[in-house]
């Protein structure tokens, strides 16, 4: 079992930056990958950022150039670094992982909510 619990979110104008983190119960360097997700009423789940255990990144092309993922393999934690922040990146935000090696399992936070306003 791994537990993922979100923070950094918050309400910031439009332009302004926020730092979300995520932080694992388990050594995230042994993860397959780690992402973030956000979902907004009414619509999809939205795949954000993804990084891998060598740690190639990618980005959905919404939030590229903007959105920033790193992580701290000693502390566990996950972070997106959000600059340039619109109305439309206003969500809630997910902390995803992926583990596992013959059988593949999928752990969720409980989301933190991103409110952009213009």
């Known amino acids: 079992q791994v537990q993922l619990v979100e923070s950094g979110g918050g309400l910031v104008r439009a332009g302004g930056s926020l730092r979300l983190s995520c932080a694992a119960s388990?050594?995230?360097?042994?993860?397959?990958?780690m992402a973030w997700y956000r979902r907004t009423p009414g619509k999809q789940r939205e795949l954000v950022a993804t990084?891998?255990?060598?740690?190639?990144?990618n980005y959905a092309a919404s939030v590229m150039g903007r959105f920033t993922l790193s992580r701290d393999n000693a502390k566990n934690t996950l972070y997106l670094q959000m600059s340039s922040l619109k109305p439309e990146d206003t969500a809630v935000y997910y902390c995803?992982?992926?583990?596992?090696?013959?059988?593949?399992?999928?752990?969720w936070g409980q989301g933190t909510q991103v409110t952009v306003s213009s």
């Open positions: 388990g050594s995230i360097f042994r993860f397959n990958a």
């Open positions: 995803n992982a992926n583990v596992g090696d013959i059988a593949y399992y999928d752990y």
């Open positions: 990084i891998t255990r060598g740690g190639s990144t």
